[in-house]
């Protein structure tokens, strides 16, 4: 068995993101791992996430703030803020740090744990 | 539904780390994921982790070095490094950061996904 190589969430960004980059990084039975890459993007107006996941989120870098549907305020995310989104929780990126690159990792997942 | 909340992985750390403090902040059918925080802790001395699970692992602050059995080269890890270890796939930790916490995100999860 050779050396398992190590890769970097921070590394292999493009200069200019016209839209979200989403990239698997690991996929089992039951879930998959995502990296994503903001760069100033937000859901479009009115539209909500409905998941069929559930989704452990964690920011890793930048900013963004997220709504929930029926809530008044944005949940502003910082570096190494985590949550667990349940399936079917609607909600909605209102913005990402226009100047830095948000970087996210994803855990999407089926069968409840909450 | 109320809203979810976040939390932080790199808060609520505690001053002195006598040991590894490794925390699940999620766990589903065939997987779980921890936080683990080194603080200068390494493997003891001929020692070797020979894990039933697969581990996709991530250093998120800190630094560290793995060692994996057959291998004379130490892999050293920085924030953003992460690296899948198969199931079996004998290895150690040599050294962590004694100045910084090293924070990892581990998710070990069952069926293999390489």
Redesign the interface.
Known sequence: ?S?????????GIPEIIPQEIIEI???????Y?ERIISAGQATPMGQWYDQET?E?V?L?SGAAGLL?EG?A?V?V??????????AH?RHRVEWTDPERRTVW?A?Q?????V
């Open positions: 068995m050396q398992p190589q190590s890769d970097n969430l921070f590394t990084l690991l996929k089992a039975p039951g879930f791992l559930h452990w964690v890793l929930f809530e305020q949940l995310l910082r570096p190494g803020d985590y949550l667990l989104i349940p929780c990792l855990l997942y089926q069968d409840s744990a």
